[in-house]
């Protein structure tokens, strides 16, 4: 366990996390409690937008793997990269989500292990929301074109579902993703979400299981400008 402590400038406080490094079996760090109270009431204003008819898109809509997941998803960069991003502050999660890129967090993460180290030079990300209903998740796979992977979970309480869980076959491991915590990985771990199971729920009740995905790396001048 190692204290986190940095100031805020989103919401001008001064904060402790709580971070737990692990190396085995592969690694990661996670945090939990990870937003604040008024970051999340940010957040749940913008996810409960985005659970209407019509808002969350199939893969075969966004340009997501089809065969992989039948899950729903909205990637933000597209929808708020007019005028050179200039727009992306008209959306809280992308404007919140900016706390990875704090170096206390990064260097925490970078210190996890040498394989980690290069997550302080990311100089591009990529964010998408995901919502997981009955009978939704995501076959294991790696994302071999992302460096480094950060997902933030956020469920409603009480919790109703079952299931949900990110897991890694190929090392007999599993994390049940509890309501607002990160876990920041390498993108070569082969991942995958458990199916979310939960009875007498609309999928646009919003009981269903939220992540917000964030892929980020260091990319060069020329790939920067090349779409994803
Ligand atoms: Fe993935």
New binding site residues.
Partial sequence: MQNILYYNTITEIMETLEAIKFTDPFPHLIIKNYYNSKELELIWEELNFYTKPGKLLSAEDFGGVVDATNSNAIPLDELYSAKDGKFRNISNILTLNRKLFTPEILNTFAEVHDCCSIATRCNWDYTKVRYYHNGES?EP???SA?PF?A?SYFYREPKKFEGGEIYFPKYDYELTCENNSIIILPGWVE??VREVKIQNSDYYDGYGRYCI?NFFGSRSRSQLKEPI
């Fill in positions: 995501y796979h790696i994302d992302m992977l997902f991942h995958g995905s």
